[in-house]
């Protein structure tokens, strides 16, 4: 079975810190998302990653950062919190390539309050 | 622009009353159509893909299937246990990314 794994169930910060929320799978897939999804507003991308290094914009990247040194690791970094950062943070991965679609596996999720 | 629209918003069932939830996607050259269910303050769990025009699945009382513009979500008999938020992806050709809908948030009561 995919396991994908967050560092954090839920999380509470100060507007202004410098917050990581870590991601693992242990699927060796080329491919980890980073979403939030807050209510009303679905599931958005912030970020993805199709290899070591690599990394991509999603539909709102403003105010986050990534890092993926290797693999199994995905990181999302917040670099000042603000409130309006308050949400419900989930990790996916999936396998890269191939004709046919991929379907992402997902972590537990993080929520994280910015106070 | 990829685009999908689940309906309804919110459905109510009684045990044992058969349903079934729509998802209409737009998208150029569909690669995947990927079911999920997701829990209260939990993860989505992934349930199915589909990849072509006629194609069906089944796991226990959910059955999915898939035409040119839309994929239905049958849950034959339902039990409390079903209870939760199903989503619906659609995957373009053009890369890994998934585009979801908002989701049909389904309630069994016993």
């Known amino acids: ?115 | 622009e990829d685009q999908v629209t689940q309906s309804p918003e919110a459905l109510r069932l009684q045990e044992g009353e058969s349903s079934s939830l729509n998802c209409s996607y737009t998208v150029s050259g569909l690669r995947g159509l990927f079911w999920y269910r997701q829990d209260p303050g939990k993860g989505p769990e992934f349930l199915f893909t589909l990849y072509s025009a006629g194609e069906e699945k089944e796991k226990e009382r959910l059955k999915a299937t898939l035409t040119k513009k839309e994929s239905f979500l049958h849950i034959t008999a339902p039990k409390p246990e079903d209870s939760a938020t199903y989503l619906c992806a659609v995957q373009a050709p053009s890369g890994s990314r998934l585009t979801f809908g908002e989701g049909t948030q389904l309630t069994v009561n016993p």
């Open chain 1, 1 to 115: 079975d995919v396991k994908v794994t967050q560092s954090s169930r839920y999380l509470v910060k100060r507007t202004g810190e410098k917050v990581f929320l870590e991601c693992v799978q242990d699927m060796d897939h080329e491919n980890m998302f980073w979403y939030r999804q807050d209510p009303g507003l679905g599931l958005r991308l912030i970020y993805f990653s199709y290899d070591v290094k690599m990394k991509e914009k999603g539909d709102i990247p403003e105010g986050y950062s990534v890092s993926r040194e290797k693999k199994e690791r995905f990181s999302l970094i917040l670099e000042s919190a603000s409130t309006n950062q308050t949400s419900m943070y989930l990790c996916a991965s999936s396998l890269w390539g191939g004709g046919r679609g991929n379907e992402q596996f997902f972590g537990p999720g993080t929520r994280l309050t910015v106070l």
